[in-house]
């Protein structure tokens, strides 16, 4: 298996997600990989993503743990087939679950790092615990269950 990024071979219909949409001007654009039995991706809130002063918005943080969740899944589903993600047919996921728990302030103004494990696989569903850490300290933690988005609905390119 690579280390591509798996948003990156979305088709173009599903790329225009808010937060990992390649084709999103206005998003977050995350971008998800492989590292060893996790997943990770890394994102800069800017000064405008401000809950408290110093502090991320939580539903920002929410939706860094959604898309990657949605990503881990993706991801998930390529490893399951041994293929590589910029391989046919492609696989695209939606949430169908999302539970989110915020352990400390995260703090504004650094990178930071969001990691997947992938707790199941079953059939069209992928359930994922997500964890987002801020100086190396676990700040928010989730849980995405997302289910696969038939072929019929994904227009290839």
């Given amino acids: 298996m690579n280390s ?5 071979f979305y088709p173009e219909d599903f790329a225009q ?5 390649r084709l999103n001007e ?5 971008k998800s990989y492989w590292d060893g039995d996790e997943t990770v991706t890394k994102f800069t809130p800017k000064p405008y993503h401000t809950a408290l002063p110093g502090y991320v918005y939580g539903g920002l ?11 881990t899944a993706a991801l998930a589903a390529f490893k399951n087939e ?9 696989f695209r996921f939606v949430t ?3 539970q989110v728990d915020y352990l400390k302030p995260t703090p504004i103004g650094i990178e930071l790092e969001i990691r997947g494990k992938v707790v199941e696989i079953k059939g069209r569903k992928v359930v994922s615990e997500i964890s987002l850490f801020a100086n190396g300290i676990e700040t928010v933690r989730g849980k995405v269950i997302a289910v696969q988005v038939p072929e019929n609905l994904i227009k290839q390119k």
Avoid: E, M, W
């Avoid at 997600?17 to 949409?21: F, H, I, L, Q």
């Avoid at 041994?82 to 492609?90: E, F, G, I």
């Fill in 4 to 8: 591509k990024y798996v948003q990156d």
């Fill in 17 to 21: 997600c808010y937060g990992c949409g």
């Fill in 26 to 30: 206005f998003g977050h654009q995350i």
């Fill in 61 to 71: 943080l929410a939706s860094l743990i959604d898309c990657h969740g949605t990503g």
């Fill in 82 to 90: 041994n293929r590589d993600v910029d391989t046919l047919p492609p």
């Fill in 96 to 98: 169908a679950s999302l």
